[in-house]
Structure formats: structure tokens, C-alpha cells
């Protein structure tokens, strides 16, 4: 059995330093030269690629019906949001959750889908604290600057968390949703599909411009969140930021169309 690295009752700073210790020590054993140690600590973005491989690599872990990060990284490329570009972007306290572990769909199902969709570790984060972590990246009108008008008053869908999991987003609207009624538009899900929320929209488009930078919701979005009038949320990401209004609900536009997203079976 392998011995344990650092003892958990440690202080925090000591069972740090015995496990680095510990690690520096076993790599240097498997030829790791110290010129390689130092480049981890100069070089930024060589600790951001070592911890994606880390992460996506070297995590063995696997459900039943689906894959490991690695295998979910290598398929779906740029448009993997995986737990590593979630620490990076929003919170390094985040996915620590054994849900983010493995990823609930299989080869096959993400290659289907690679192209139509990013695959995103989401967080239980409302729009609100979306917003205080990333201000800058909403539209903001002239009289509400550094704030928007979901901030300004007691929206209880401002405060909504969506379930903490693995999501397959659709990066377009779901086609031929545009110039039909909510109903309508519903009636085109498959049937493992579902209408996600606002803050599962922002978190997958925030992850993809922050770690990609690139934009997808360059539609208007619905999404499943109601306001108080019975309007439906509708998102559109552009240049100067990230813009959320209320729909109409009585009229039938051909600008907006359907946010879709997929669960796993």
C-alpha cells in the first residue's frame, strides 16, 4: 500500500510543504531535472498546461456510462470547460466535488455532439454572484454603470443556483426554434434535451470567452428562467459585454430562439 505523502491532522502550511517535499523528491527520482521545477514556478501558462493535463490526464477516475476528463478534453477540444478553467476563471474553491471526477457521457455521445456544443463543469453560482465575480463582462446602460437592472430589485431568479454537474450546451439556439411561441419551441427538444437556465448560459459563455476567448451566444438565447411578468430570460453576447432582458411574452420574434442543453442518460 502506499505510504501516505502528509499525515492529515498536519497544520494546513506544514502538510503543504511535506507533501511538495514529498512529490519534488519522488519526480527528481523518475528524472525530473530541477531546470524542469523551476519552469513551473517562472512560467505561468506552463503551470496553467500542467494543470490541465493534470487534471485531465491523470485522473483515472470513471463512471459506469461515461468517460474520463481526458478522454472528454481530447473529444471535444476547445469546447471542454472542464474543473481546471472553472478554478482559473470564478473560484479556485470550486468542483472540488467528486461529481466532477469523471464525466457522465460516453465517447461516443460527446463526439456526436462536438461540434453543436461545449461540454461545461457547472458551479452552483446565481446570476448574482455571476455578476459580483464578473462585473465587467456584462452590458451595462449609461444610468446603471457597473451594475444591471437584475441587481436593482428582488428577482428571485437573480438568486437561483442551478444543479452542480456536468452539462452538454448547445452553442447556437435549437434550429427552426426562431418565429414560434414558447410552446412551439419546446415541441422541437429531443428528448434527453432540456431549456437551461440564465446562470447555466453564463457560466458555459463567460468559461468560453475567459478560457477560449471566444463568444457562442451571438443569437438571443431563451432561457428557462421566468420573471415575475411571465417573460422568459433572453441572452446575447457581444463586444460590449453580456446582455440579459426579459422577453416578450406575447409576441413571436424572429431574432430570438431557443437556448437547449443536454443530460446525461
Not at 448560459?201 to 428562467?225: E, P
Amino acid at each position: 500500500m502506499a505510504k501516505a505523502i502528509a499525515h492529515p491532522d498536519a497544520p494546513y502550511l506544514g502538510r503543504a510543504v511535506s507533501t511538495a517535499g514529498q512529490l519534488l523528491r519522488l519526480l527528481e527520482e523518475q528524472g525530473l531535472s530541477g531546470k524542469s521545477e523551476q519552469r513551473v514556478i517562472d512560467d505561468p501558462e506552463f503551470r496553467i498546461a500542467l494543470a490541465v493535463w493534470w487534471e485531465t490526464n491523470a485522473n483515472p477516475g470513471l463512471s459506469v456510462d461515461g468517460c474520463t476528463l481526458g478522454q472528454a478534453a481530447q473529444v471535444m477540444g476547445d469546447n471542454f470547460l472542464g474543473p481546471v478553467a472553472v478554478r482559473r476563471c470564478f473560484d479556485p474553491e470550486l468542483t472540488r466535488q467528486s461529481v466532477f471526477k469523471s464525466v457522465p457521457f460516453s465517447i461516443q455521445q460527446l463526439e456526436e455532439v462536438r461540434e453543436t456544443h461545449v461540454l461545461v463543469a457547472i458551479s452552483a453560482l446565481s446570476l448574482i454572484d455571476l455578476f459580483r465575480m464578473n462585473r465587467d463582462l456584462f452590458h451595462h446602460v449609461f444610468f446603471l454603470p457597473k451594475r444591471t437592472w437584475f441587481t436593482q430589485g428582488d428577482y428571485p431568479f437573480a438568486h437561483e443556483k442551478p444543479e452542480v454537474g456536468w452539462y452538454l450546451v448547445r452553442t447556437s439556439v435549437v434550429p427552426g426554434s426562431k418565429k414560434k411561441t414558447w410552446d412551439e419551441m419546446l415541441e422541437l427538444l429531443e428528448p434527453n434535451e432540456f431549456v437551461p437556465s440564465a446562470s447555466v448560459l453564463v457560466q458555459a459563455a463567460f468559461l468560453q470567452y475567459l478560457w477560449n476567448h471566444k463568444r457562442f451566444l451571438r443569437d438571443w438565447f431563451l432561457a428557462s428562467d421566468t420573471t415575475s411578468l411571465g417573460s422568459h430570460l433572453m441572452l446575447f453576447h457581444e463586444d460590449s459585454g453580456l446582455h440579459v432582458y426579459g422577453s416578450n411574452p406575447k409576441t413571436v420574434s424572429g431574432v430570438t430562439g431557443l437556448a437547449s442543453a443536454i443530460r446525461a442518460t
